[in-house]
């Protein structure tokens, strides 16, 4: 399903939020394996960044309308004390498949059994995720809400000292929720 439906699909759906204060914060022995590379606990991700993630299901469409909002947030904290990432539940092949050249621009871990979804607490994907060096979660965002990934949005910017990226922006999908996270 990669790549498949359209943005006037996802605003069909009315949303709810779903908290982020209800999330878990992540054991510090988490594994995380990048695309290229060997696998470091969550606590070695974090001894220098924060951790900025957007995580998907790239089996779902709506995983694939927040795609291209995804990449431009984080392209915006770039250059900022924040590692960028998307978290896909899938094995590397359907990961390069789904994230095509952005495979490439950015830092990507596969979580097939979905142990990092599970960790963080996740209850929809996408999601987008602030992880703070201390392991800690102050904010998440679930599904595709404009107001809420403004906030982690806000959150990472504030954090790190950066410019906050305009959400909602012109071409971005209207609200919608996620899809299960835990299958």
Known sequence: MFGE?????????SVEPVASASLPNPSLDLTLTPLSGSGRTLREWLTTFHLASVVLDPYTNESSWILETAVRIMRQFSGAAVRVNFIVTCNESDAR??????ADEFLVYCDPDRAAVK????????????????GTIPHAAQGWTAAEWKEVASAV????????????????????RGTPALV
């Open 119 to 134: 960790a963080l607490g996740l209850s929809e994907l996408p999601a987008f995720v602030l992880i703070q060096s201390n």
């Open 97 to 102: 498949a789904f994230l095509g050249p952005y």
């Open 5 to 13: 439906g359209s943005f006037s699909d996802a605003s069909a759906t």
């Open 157 to 176: 910017a504030t954090l790190t000292a950066w410019s906050k990226p305009t959400i909602p922006a012109p071409g971005d999908p209207g609200a919608f």
